[in-house]
């Protein structure tokens, strides 16, 4: 390597992989459409209801009352334990978050709401096991940033509710794509993300400003007493991440020793 990568915080590595020193199991990158579709939670269609009634008073009509939008359509369905269709996940993931959820929680971002990790075929009760006709349910899970809260939800899809809730403290379970994503906002925008900046630069010559430019992996931290700073102590109960970038149609970048918690928005350093 060239000695102006050589004295980055970051390393420029050539090569398919990274071996990985940790306590934490190294995950694949989730990939687009998997666990993240966009989705609406209910409620007044505010918009679209103010747009018909003024067309209708330019053209001299009644205005219609308002309309509550519908609940979320059936869809394409799958049959006992095929996988959950596009369809049947979208739909689960409306049904899952309901008003008190909504309110009551935050996603990686701050905003309200919680952060869907993924929607899983849950599978049946014991009773259920030899029953061809048994009920296919979804577990929805999510985190809470706001108490650092795994949420999981099962929801029957032949019925559309809401069968049962587990929350869960200290577990936490691969990270998102969104998740990484604001990882990398994070450390892109903190003093600690220079060495991967100016690495990234000496791969493309161009500057890193954004996660788009990157290709992102990650695994999760979790905390081994005085094995690393006290700023990254809480990991493990707050949602804490390494990342493996990736120059798109280039070198991985090694920024091993840097820790972003998503739960405190801080970027560390082991080490």
């Known amino acids: 390597m060239r000695k102006t990568v050589r004295r980055h915080l970051g390393k420029v590595v050539a090569g398919a992989a990274i071996a990985v020193a940790g306590t934490a199991v190294m995950v694949g990158i989730t990939l687009p459409g998997e666990a993240g579709a966009e989705e609406e939670n209910g409620g007044l269609r505010a918009g679209t209801a103010a747009e018909q009634q003024a067309a209708q008073r330019e053209q001299g009509g009644a205005v219609p009352p308002g309309v509550v939008e519908r609940a979320p359509v059936q869809g394409e369905k799958g049959k006992g334990r095929d996988p959950l269709t596009d369809d049947e996940i979208t739909r689960v993931g409306q049904i899952a978050v309901n008003r008190q959820l909504l309110n009551s929680s935050e996603d990686v971002e701050g905003e309200r709401g919680p952060q869907r990790i993924g929607v899983d075929l849950a599978e049946p009760g014991t009773a259920e096991l030899d029953d061809p006709n048994a009920p ?6 999510f985190y809470d940033y706001k108490d650092d809260t795994l949420v999981t939800r099962t929801v029957n899809l032949d019925t559309g509710k809401v069968e049962g809730t587990g929350t869960q403290h200290g577990v936490q379970p691969p990270i998102s794509r969104d998740e990484m994503t604001e990882a990398a906002k994070l450390l892109i925008a903190d003093p600690l993300g220079a060495g991967l900046k100016a ?10 400003a954004s996660p788009d430019q990157l290709m992102l992996n990650s695994m999760v931290y979790r905390a081994t007493p005085g094995a690393q700073p006290a700023a990254l102590g ?12 990736k120059v798109k149609n280039g070198p991985w970048i090694d920024s091993r020793d840097l820790v972003i918690d998503l739960s405190a928005r801080k970027v560390g350093k082991l080490g």
């Open 136 to 141: 296919r349910r979804a577990d929805v899970t």
């Open 199 to 208: 690495d990234f630069k000496d791969a493309t010559g161009k500057e890193l």
């Open 234 to 245: 809480a990991c493990g109960e707050h949602r804490c991440v390494r990342l493996f970038p």
